[in-house]
């Protein structure tokens, strides 16, 4: 069993930055791809950013691609996602979650493990 808890959401104007991150409790996360979703109100989870095990792969959502950096650091079992830029349409609750495999999948069906969520609101 992997735990995961994410930290870093809050609210910020149209333009900010924010940090998130997102703490396992298992060393075996560094054997698991991971991945960042969203939800909306109203809407389906949908992906935002995914890494592989290592952190030499990554994959972004268009809406987020060149705005949103996700990385990784093994040694301390933990994931971030750096946000820039942000918009009132990226408000939403983040989740971050593990897969089970190396390899980085969209699909949120796939993943096995996931935090409880963190609250992110931009304001126009």
């Known amino acids: 069993q992997v735990q995961l808890v994410e930290s870093g959401g809050g609210l910020v104007q149209a333009g900010g930055s924010l940090r998130l991150s997102c703490a396992a409790s298992r060393r075996t996360f560094s054997s698991y791809a991971m991945g960042w979703f969203r939800q909306a109100p109203g809407k389906e989870r949908e992906f935002v950013a995914g890494i592989n095990w290592s952190g030499g792969s990554t994959y972004y959502a268009d809406s987020v691609k060149g705005r949103f950096t996700i990385s990784r650091d093994n040694a301390e079992n933990t994931m971030y996602l750096q946000m820039n830029s942000l918009k009132p349409e990226d408000t939403a609750v983040y989740y971050c979650?593990?897969?089970?495999?190396?390899?980085?999948?969209?699909?949120?069906?796939?993943?096995?493990?996931w935090g409880q969520g963190t609250q992110v609101t931009v304001s126009s």
């Open positions: 979650a593990a897969n089970g495999y190396s390899y980085i999948v969209v699909d949120p069906q796939r993943y096995r493990y």
